[in-house]
């Protein structure tokens, strides 16, 4: 089962279950359990998964977190389980915030009522659990667009250092996005002063500003209008991700086109393995030259969109193996396996080196 299917199949057992889980330990039993299969972590299995481990702090004894999860000698992730609906804030992050801080160089926590998944490490200050998360998870209102980061930390693919700058990312996008949604909702005085005075030649009073904001609200919001009334009309479909385009041939023809495209599928780690490549080959090309094209059997990456520079191709349509085909001067392919995408990164110098071989021939 593809683990986006996994992940959704899970959320289906919480709404399930939620109403039955009354005690901490059914959640547990029947919750985060599950989840911990979900990510690869067999919870049986005392080398893996450690249930109440010891984390005794400040001369207090008796201490322990919920689970803690082991990868060969090291504790990586630890969780503090509560009962569904308990609250999962102050006291409580507290409370993992010790654990946390007494079962150092553990650098991952995970906070849960097996609802909402709370993640936390340690961004602002070394050895310190942020105040706020890098990702909340919740099962009942998923949003989809965090299933690949969830991946991340799966017991197949886990690579503390991926993780740890996907947290990052994830903290500082996060953050954006609600400053984003605050502005959208109500312009702050500084945005609707950016604005203004790039439209307005007078001095920007007090009631001259209140009299901007309902002006730039309603131009986000038909400006948003308008980009989803394009999507929907299919007028931004090719340019949904910068550089990405569906493989089309000369023999198609005009109503063969549409219906192929149609069962072109570009996924999240096409995207993410094409912004892999981009960001290899901009040491030695202009990244705007490296355009992914994608096909029913596999996802192109080409120069200047010429079939006739291939650069790679992504085989990430398998289920369980996904390789990547680099090329030769004679453009010979060679597939190499990838266990993660960041893999990617290992073949760099085949990836640079087509530029040298289409060069000696223009």
Not at 146 to 174: H, R, V, W
């Amino acid at each position: 089962m593809e683990f986006t299917d996994a992940v959704k199949a899970h959320s289906r057992r919480v709404e399930e279950h939620k109403a039955h889980a009354l005690t901490e330990e059914a959640t547990k039993m029947a919750l985060i359990v599950p989840f911990l299969q979900l990510l690869g972590y067999d919870p049986i299995n005392p080398r893996v998964v450690i249930p109440e481990y010891c984390a005794d702090f400040g001369g207090k004894k008796e201490c322990k977190v919920d689970y803690a999860i082991k990868r060969g000698d090291d504790i990586v992730v630890i969780i503090e389980a509560k009962k569904v609906g308990d609250p999962l804030d102050g006291a409580r992050e507290g409370q993992l915030q010790q654990y946390f801080q007494s079962l150092l160089p553990v650098k991952i926590a995970i906070l849960t009522d097996g609802v909402v998944y709370k993640f936390y490490t340690d961004l602002d200050n070394p050895n310190v659990m942020d105040k706020k998360p890098f990702m909340i998870f919740d099962f009942l209102d998923m949003d989809e667009a965090m299933i690949p980061e969830l991946k991340k930390l799966c017991n197949d693919c886990f690579d503390l250092d991926t993780a740890l700058s996907a947290a990052q990312e994830l903290k500082y996008l996060g953050q954006l996005k609600k400053i984003v949604s605050s502005e959208l909702e109500n312009p702050s005085d500084d945005l609707v002063r950016l604005f203004a005075r790039q439209v307005y030649d007078g001095l920007l009073r007090a009631n001259i500003i209140d009299d901007f904001r309902p002006r730039i609200k309603l131009s986000f919001e038909n400006h948003i209008n308008s980009v989803l009334n394009a999507r929907l009309q299919g007028a931004m479909l090719l340019n949904a991700y910068p550089g990405v385009q569906p493989e089309t041939t000369g023999e198609e023809c005009a109503t063969e086109a549409p219906e192929r495209e149609n069962r072109i599928i570009t996924t999240q780690e096409e995207i993410e393995g094409y912004h892999i490549v981009r960001a290899i080959m901009s040491k030695v090309v202009n990244p705007d030259r490296v355009i992914m094209r994608d096909t029913i059997s596999y996802c192109g990456i080409l120069l200047d969109n010429k079939n006739t520079k291939p650069i790679c191709r992504m085989h990430f349509n398998a289920a369980s193996v996904k390789y990547l085909e680099t090329f030769d001067a004679e453009k010979n392919g060679t597939k190499h396996k990838l266990d993660r995408l960041s893999d990617i990164y290992k073949y760099s110098t085949e990836l640079r080196a087509v530029i040298g071989y289409y060069d000696k021939r223009e």
